[in-house]
Each structure stands twice: as C-alpha cells, then as structure tokens.
C-alpha cells in the first residue's frame, strides 16, 4: 500500500458536518458526491496532504445508517491507497483477511474500492482504492 488515502467518519447531518469540519481543518469540502450504490453522500476535505471524507446516510438500509445506529457517529473506515487493487486482494486474501467485495465497484472521487471485514483487522472497516484512470 502507498499510503493513507483517507478517513471516512460517518456523520448524521451532512451539511451541518460540512460546517464544522470547514472550521476545524479552515478549509472548505471540495467536493459532494452521492454513490447511489452504496446509498450514501459524501463530502471531501482536502487539509495539507490529508483528506477526510464525510457519509451521510441516503436511506435507512445503507450501510452507513446501520453503521449510525449500532455506533453513532464517528470513524468508519481507513483507506488505503494501493496501486494494484486486483493483486492487494489476492495478497490479502491469501494473509487471511475477510474481502467484502472481491469484484472492485466504484467508490466516490473515482476510486475503484474493495473492502475488508473489520473482523479481518482490529475492528477497523479498511478501504482499499485505487484511482480510476480510463
Ligand atoms: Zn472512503
């Protein structure tokens, strides 16, 4: 892996987070995005070389509002930045870590994305993502 892409926490209130995070990092979100797959809304922080993304749940099904319910707001996931995304999952997997979606889906601020069950790793929900370049 290259480095940490960014850290997802998981918000109730998209736009009011959108202000507090704008005063906590003095910068304001460069970006919203909706990934209707996923049944979430994003923001994006870009702060020196950090970024932090921001999920608000779309509907009551997504992952991210089971996630609100069971934890409240907070830290969701870790995202990794890996250059090879098909050859991390096959490296990880045979590691023993749990792949949740072994087929690479589109993530938000095109990102090819596949995820590992936080059981896999310390409890923490890990990301992988690697730029789309078509
Ligand atoms: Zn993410």
């Keep these: 892996m290259d480095k940490i892409e960014h850290i997802g926490i998981a ?13 906590l990092l003095g ?7 909706e990934v209707a797959s996923e049944g979430v809304r994003t923001s994006f922080f870009r702060s020196g070389p950090n970024k932090i993304e921001l999920l608000e749940a ?8 089971k996630f609100l ?20 999952v096959k490296r990880l997997k045979s590691e ?20 590992l069950h936080p059981r896999s790793a310390n409890g923490v929900l890990v990301e992988l993502c690697q730029e789309i370049r078509d």
């Design 58 to 65: 779309l509907d009551k099904d997504s992952a991210i509002a």
């Design 96 to 115: 023993g870590f749990v792949v949740l979606n072994e087929e690479p889906k589109r993530g938000a601020d095109n990102k090819w994305v596949v995820f």
């Design 11 to 23: 918000v109730r209130d998209l736009n009011a987070s959108n202000r507090l995070f704008e005063k």
């Design 27 to 33: 910068v304001p979100h460069y970006k919203i995005e």
């Design 69 to 88: 319910e069971k934890r409240g707001e907070g830290v969701h996931h870790i995202a990794l930045a890996v250059d090879d995304i098909t050859a991390e």
